[in-house]
């Protein structure tokens, strides 16, 4: 049993950084990798950034490459997603996610659990 809940959305300018944190709870925790995903208005889910369960070997979606970070802090229970460079496609609302599988797939189907999601409107 997992629980998870993403915090740090918020609004921020074309160009600005923000960080996102998704806090757990559960002893299994520490096995799971764990994925960020998000979801545009219309736009279906999309898989973002994903982590081991020890917090080596990210992975990214091409588009968030060079400007998005994925860590975790097992000691803390906690995921972060630190984004920069932020551009208006990437206002979403974005969601944390654990899973059992390695390497971390983007189809939301392998993901076990989720957070309820957190806003990011990022303006022009």
């Known amino acids: 049993q997992v629980q998870l809940v993403e915090s740090g959305g918020g609004l921020v300018q074309a160009g600005g950084s923000l960080r996102l944190s998704c806090v757990a709870s559960?002893?299994?925790?520490?096995?799971?990798?764990m994925g960020w995903f998000r979801q545009a208005p219309g736009k279906e889910r999309e898989f973002v950034a994903g982590?081991?369960?020890?917090?080596?070997?990210?992975r990214y979606v091409d588009s968030v490459k060079g400007r998005f970070t994925i860590s975790r802090d097992n000691a803390k229970n906690t995921v972060y997603l630190q984004m920069s460079s932020l551009k208006p496609e990437d206002t979403a609302v974005y969601y944390c996610?654990?899973?059992?599988?390695?390497?971390?797939?983007?189809?939301?189907?392998?993901?076990?659990?989720w957070g309820q999601g957190t806003r990011v409107t990022v303006s022009s």
């Open positions: 982590i081991r369960w020890d917090g080596e070997r990210p």
């Open positions: 996610a654990a899973t059992r599988t390695w390497p971390v797939a983007p189809d939301p189907a392998t993901y076990d659990y």
């Open positions: 559960g002893r299994t925790f520490t096995r799971y990798p």
